[in-house]
């Protein structure tokens, strides 16, 4: 049954509004923006601390929550506040078609795992430019178990739009930079074409799993260091895979030879 639209919980409709601005004001990148319905959910399943939900539409907000996240319809009732049209275009670059907008802060969020004490694949991405790969990789990372992502170079992976790809999963697994020279330990496998075909290998405990770059592959430094490169089976005259889908083939790999 659809949700009659709550009155505006407050007298005043823009102090949820003036409170987003002091959160990303104060907090800077600790704040962290959810944009869209299903970011939202996420960051609340893994445990989030959400201050802020904006919506300019509570009612249809609480219907979507009935139909695909029931475990969330009630703290959202709580949590939303209803904002006047045309404000949430203001607060997030291109406002989500699920209509909601939220803060969550990013200190809840998995810390790396330190290197003794992981056995899952930790993943890689050497210099990625394209957010929404980024945000692919957080999502592939969190539904395979694996123990989190890691970026070098300029792009940050907790930009809005690779929290808006990575669906909220930042919350579900480990997300952080790296420096190329400061890496954690443990055996470094780089995917490449050239490699050794995966379809041979199990992967070591706590492997670190290296891809390159969008446009001109794995750093020669990167190269160097790896203790193995690996390729993934193609037909003749593909040049690569894309490099979310890369990290998918690897993933199930491990995950289709787990115990
Ligand atoms: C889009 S590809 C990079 C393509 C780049 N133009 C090049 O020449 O390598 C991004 C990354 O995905 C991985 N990748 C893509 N296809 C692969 C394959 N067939 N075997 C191993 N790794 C692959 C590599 O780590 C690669 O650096």
Known sequence: ?????????????????????????????????L???????????FGAHVPVALTEDAGSVLDLADALAPDLTAPLRTLLDEVPPGTLGTLVPRAH????????????APAVPRSGARTAPLVLLDDPRNLGNVGAVVRLAAGCGAAGVLTTGGTDPWHPAAVRAGAGLHFATAVA???????????????????????????????????????????????????????????????????????????????????
Do not use: C, I, Q
């Not at 699920?98 to 200190?107: K, N, S």
């Not at 050239?194 to 592959?217: I, Q, S």
């Open 35 to 45: 944009d869209g319905f299903h970011a939202l959910k996420h960051a609340l399943r």
């Open 1 to 33: 049954m659809p949700h009659r639209p709550e009155t505006s919980s407050t007298p005043d409709p823009l102090a949820p509004v003036r409170s987003w601005h002091r959160l990303r004001a104060d907090e800077g990148d600790a704040a962290v923006v």
């Open 97 to 108: 078609p699920t209509g909601v907008a939220a803060l969550a802060a990013r200190a809840g």
């Open 177 to 259: 930079r790296a420096e190329p020279d400061a890496l954690p330990e443990g055996p470094l496998y780089a995917l490449d074409p050239e490699g050794d075909d995966l379809r041979g290998l199990d992967l070591p405990e706590g492997v670190l799993l290296a891809f390159g770059t969008e446009r001109h592959g794995l750093s020669p430094a990167l190269r160097k260091r790896a203790d193995r490169l690996v390729s993934l089976p193609m037909e003749p005259l593909v040049s690569s895979y894309n490099l979310a889908t890369s990290v998918a083939m690897v993933l199930y790999h491990w995950m289709s030879r787990r115990p």
